[in-house]
C-alpha cells in the first residue's frame, strides 16, 4: 500500500480553505481602498450590507487584501470604515467590521485642505476621571477615521462645520490604526467661501499643441476677510467641445481641429468653478528647404553638389535637428550616384560618376524625426534633380 507520510508534496485536503474559497468565488464583490483606489475582493456576511443610514458590514477577505484595522473602503459608492480586523485564527482568511461613515471633516491646516470622512457618535465620557462628564446635551461627539497623514494634519482647535452645526476638534488619540476626535460644539456659523480662478489667460492656441492651464483654489472663513491659497485642491477640468481641445487624466489640454471652445475647471470637492472661451488655431509647421547653388543638376563624371538643409522656424527653437535624406534613385542610377553627408553642416554631396546617365532626373528627400504634425505625420521637402552631361 502506498504510504502518504513519504510524499513531501501531499498536502491534506483543507475544508476552510475550500469553504472560504467557494464562497469567495460565488459572492465575490469588489471594494477600493478610499485613497489608492486599489480594488479588492470580499464577501459579506451576516447580511448587514444595507442602505441604512449608519449601516453595518461585516467583510471577509483574504490575508494579503489592503484591508488593515481603521482602512476606509468604498463600497457601492458609499465610504466605511473598518472597526477592527479579526486576530490570526487562520491564514485562510481576515474579517473586518466595517460603519458607514456618517460626516466628512473639513478643515484648514498649513495650506492644505483637509477632507477625509469619518464614523460619529455621542459619548458620555472620553477624557478619563479628570475630565468633567461629557452629556450629549452639551454637544460633545465622538469621531472616528482612519490614522493615515492627512488625519493628522487635524488638530485640536481645528474646526469644521457638518451635522447642521460647527465644531472644535478638542482632543486627538491615536489607537491600534484609528484617530479619535472628541469634539464640541460650538456657535452655529455658515460656512467657509470657496473660489477657484484659472490663470492662464491666454486665449489663441495651435492645433497640435498641448497646455497645462494654472489654477487658483482659495477658501475664506465665513468672519474672516482673508482668502487663504489651497495647495491640495482636486480640479476636474471639462470642454465644452473635446474636439477642439480636450484633457488626459493628468488635466493637460490637447489642441484638436480649428474652432472654439470653453474649459472649465471645476474644484470637486466645494463644486466651484471658473471658465474661459479659447480659439484653436491651424498648426503652424516648419517649412523644410533644400538650398543649392546655381540649378539643382549635377554632371555625369564631374565634381560633387552640395545641397543644404533649412528648417525654418524650427531652427530657432535650440534642438539639434539632424536631416535625414533619402535619393529615389533607379537602379541604373543606383550604380553611379555616391553621397557624403555632413550632419554638422546639414549638408549633402552628390556626385555623379562617369557614365551616370544624363538626360535622367531622381528626387532628392529632406526630412525629419524630430517635428511631426499633429497627425503624427513627417514634414518633408523635395527638389528634383537633373543628370546632365558633363559637356
Known amino acids: 500500500m502506498y504510504d502518504i507520510s513519504y510524499n513531501k508534496e501531499c498536502k491534506p485536503y483543507n475544508v476552510l480553505a475550500s469553504v472560504f474559497n467557494s464562497t469567495l468565488l460565488r459572492e465575490k464583490e469588489i471594494v477600493d481602498d478610499y485613497w489608492t483606489k486599489e ?3 470580499v464577501f459579506f456576511r451576516s447580511n448587514k450590507n444595507t442602505n441604512e443610514q449608519g449601516a453595518k458590514a461585516q467583510l471577509y477577505y483574504m490575508p494579503d487584501e489592503g484591508i488593515k484595522e481603521g482602512a476606509l473602503v ?3 459608492d458609499k465610504v466605511y470604515i473598518a ?4 486576530t490570526i485564527e487562520n491564514d485562510i482568511y481576515k474579517k473586518s467590521d466595517l460603519f458607514e461613515c456618517n460626516v466628512n471633516i473639513n478643515t484648514f491646516s498649513n ?4 477632507n477625509i470622512p469619518g464614523y460619529c457618535y455621542y459619548l458620555t465620557s472620553v477624557f478619563g476621571n479628570d475630565y468633567p462628564q461629557i452629556s450629549v446635551v452639551g454637544g460633545n461627539m465622538e469621531v472616528i477615521t482612519q490614522d493615515c ?3 493628522r494634519l487635524i488638530t485640536p482647535n481645528s474646526t469644521f462645520i457638518d451635522l447642521g452645526a460647527t465644531w472644535r476638534v478638542e482632543d486627538c488619540v491615536i489607537r491600534n490604526g484609528l484617530m479619535h476626535y472628541y469634539i464640541q460644539k460650538q456657535a452655529d456659523t455658515l460656512p467657509p467661501d470657496f473660489k477657484v480662478e484659472i490663470l492662464s489667460r491666454a486665449v489663441e492656441f495651435e492645433s497640435g499643441k498641448m497646455e497645462r492651464f494654472e489654477i487658483s483654489a482659495q477658501r475664506k472663513e465665513h468672519n474672516d476677510s482673508t482668502w487663504n491659497t489651497v495647495e491640495n485642491a482636486t480640479i476636474w477640468w471639462k470642454s465644452s467641445n473635446e474636439g477642439v481641445v480636450c484633457f488626459d ?6 489642441f484638436g481641429r480649428e474652432g472654439t471652445a470653453t474649459i472649465t475647471a471645476l474644484w470637486r470637492e466645494h463644486g466651484v468653478t471658473d471658465s474661459i472661451e479659447i480659439i484653436v488655431t491651424a498648426e503652424t509647421l516648419p517649412k523644410y528647404e533644400i538650398s543649392y547653388k546655381g540649378n539643382p543638376e549635377i554632371k555625369s563624371g564631374g565634381s560633387a553638389k552640395s545641397f543644404t538643409a533649412n528648417f525654418g522656424f524650427v531652427e530657432d527653437s535650440g534642438f539639434d535637428i ?3 535624406w533619402h535619393l529615389e534613385l533607379t537602379p541604373e542610377q543606383e550604380e553611379k550616384i555616391t553621397y557624403t553627408i555632413d550632419n554638422v553642416k546639414k549638408t549633402i554631396s552628390i556626385k555623379a560618376q562617369s557614365g551616370a546617365p544624363f538626360g535622367t532626373t531622381f528626387n532628392l528627400w529632406l526630412t525629419t524625426n524630430d517635428y511631426l504634425t499633429s497627425t503624427g505625420e513627417q514634414v518633408k521637402a523635395r527638389i528634383e534633380v537633373n543628370i546632365i552631361s558633363l559637356f
Request: a positive charge.
Open 249 to 254: 487624466g493628468n488635466g493637460t489640454a490637447r
Open 111 to 114: 495650506g492644505y485642505e483637509v
Open 322 to 324: 539632424i536631416p535625414i
Open 39 to 41: 480594488r479588492m475582493r
Open 74 to 76: 468604498d463600497i457601492k
Open 149 to 151: 497623514e492627512v488625519s
Open 83 to 86: 472597526l477592527n480586523q479579526s
